[in-house]
C-alpha cells in the first residue's frame, strides 16, 4: 500500500507560480511512476505530468513549457512547479503512484485532491 499526501495549492493571480508538493509513504520502494492530474469542473480528470522512478517526464501539452515535474528520491516527494498559471489551469490536481512490488502486477494510488484556483 501506498499514501499520497497532497499539498501547496490555493489561489493564485493568472501569470503566478505555485508548487504543489506530494509526499509518498508505505510501499515506496516499488514505486514505477508518480504524476499529477486534474479534474476541472464538469471535466473529466487529465493527464498533467508524470515522472518515472528513472526520471523519465511527459506532460500534457496544455501545460509544456510552463510547469515542471521533479522528485525528490530521499524524501519520496514529487513536485509540480506551475509557471505563468492560466484560469482554465483551476482545477482539483491530484497525486497519482504506480506501484510494482513483483512482475506482472501493478497497483494504481490517489491522493485525496488539492484545489487549485487562478484569478483573472
Known amino acids: 500500500q501506498v499514501q499520497l499526501e497532497e499539498s501547496g495549492g490555493g489561489l493564485v493571480q493568472a501569470g503566478g507560480s505555485l508548487r504543489l508538493s506530494c509526499a509518498a509513504s508505505g510501499s515506496t520502494s516499488s514505486i514505477t511512476a508518480m504524476g499529477w492530474y486534474r479534474q476541472a469542473l464538469g471535466n473529466q480528470r487529465e493527464l498533467v505530468a508524470t515522472i518515472t522512478s528513472g526520471g523519465s517526464t511527459t506532460y500534457a501539452d496544455s501545460v509544456k513549457g510552463r510547469f515542471t515535474i521533479s522528485r525528490d528520491n530521499a524524501k519520496i516527494t514529487v513536485y509540480l512547479q506551475m509557471s505563468s498559471v492560466k484560469p482554465e489551469d483551476t482545477a482539483v490536481y491530484y497525486c497519482?503512484?504506480?506501484?510494482?512490488?513483483?512482475?506482472?502486477?501493478?497497483?494504481?494510488?490517489w491522493g485525496q485532491g488539492t484545489q487549485v484556483t487562478v484569478s483573472s
Open positions: 497519482n503512484a504506480h506501484e510494482s512490488p513483483r512482475a506482472l502486477v501493478s497497483y494504481e494510488y
